[in-house]
């Protein structure tokens, strides 16, 4: 079956605009989870979602970060006003939930800010 | 806290030769998972094993093989006779028990793993 997508695949920004990043989870997927990859600081969890609903935005790096989820499947991750610190890849992934905890992820979204 | 170490940055093999990725993990939970994964040069995540907490045993899948020892908190990786194809950069990855945050994964810092031929 079809597995995590993301888009857009890259996406090249000047400092200041927003940003939306759109994830697709694997069908029937409950949980959905964003992470982030950059040099300096590896992979860091970003934030959860269980449905719709994310318990704990806590790991969001700034107030200009923000996420949702609709219809318990798309999620998009919103950067406001960017900044060159942001530049990173945005990485999705998808979990069936229940005792079924591994993550399939999406290819990811090369974001660059300039 | 969770955390999760991979000492090797980087290791380079000749294809054929066997390799060990060392990962060492600390948890304060009685429940939690190990993962690894595979990031090869086009860059996704590919989920290679899990295992629980309260399973030691090894596991054995073709070329690859796990060794979880949970009295030295160690999720070891091996591939014997590497191919040009397992080079990546390899990933160990821990999950406690389900909160907030699900159950996020706390990253190695990754083992880029070059095979030459």
């Known amino acids: 079956g079809a597995g995590v997508s993301q888009s857009p695949s890259n996406k090249v920004t000047e400092k200041g605009k927003d940003v939306e990043l759109r994830c697709d989870p694997i069908?029937?997927?409950?949980?959905l989870y964003w992470y982030r990859q950059s040099l300096g600081q590896g992979l860091e969890f970003l934030i959860y979602?269980?449905?719709?609903?994310?318990?704990?935005k806590s790991g969001l790096p700034s107030d200009r970060f923000s996420a949702e989820r609709t219809g318990g499947s798309v999620s998009t991750l919103t950067i406001q006003r960017t900044q060159q610190e942001d530049s990173a890849v945005y990485l999705c992934?998808?979990?069936?939930?229940?005792?079924?905890?591994?993550?399939?992820f999406g290819p990811g979204t090369r974001l660059t800010v300039t | 806290a969770q955390k999760v170490t991979q000492a090797q940055t980087e290791i380079s093999v000749v294809e054929k030769e066997d390799v060990t990725l060392d990962c060492v993990y600390e948890?304060?939970?009685?429940?939690?998972?190990l993962f690894w994964y595979k990031q090869p040069p086009s860059g996704e995540l590919v989920f290679l094993i899990r295992?629980?907490?309260?399973?030691?045993q090894n596991e054995i899948s073709g070329r690859y093989s796990w060794n979880f020892q949970k009295s030295t908190s160690s999720f070891n990786f091996t591939i014997t006779a590497s191919q040009v194809v397992d080079s990546a950069v390899y990933f160990c990855?821990?999950?406690?028990?389900?909160?907030?945050?699900?159950?996020?994964?706390?990253f190695g810092g990754g083992t880029r793993l070059m095979v030459k031929p």
């Open positions: 979602f269980q449905g719709n609903s994310a318990p704990d």
């Open positions: 948890t304060r939970d009685t429940t939690y998972y």
């Open positions: 990855a821990l999950s406690e028990a389900v909160n907030n945050a699900g159950n996020m994964l706390t």
């Open positions: 069908s029937g997927h409950t949980a």
């Open positions: 992934a998808s979990s069936l939930g229940g005792g079924r905890v591994e993550q399939y």
């Open positions: 295992r629980n907490s309260f399973d030691e």
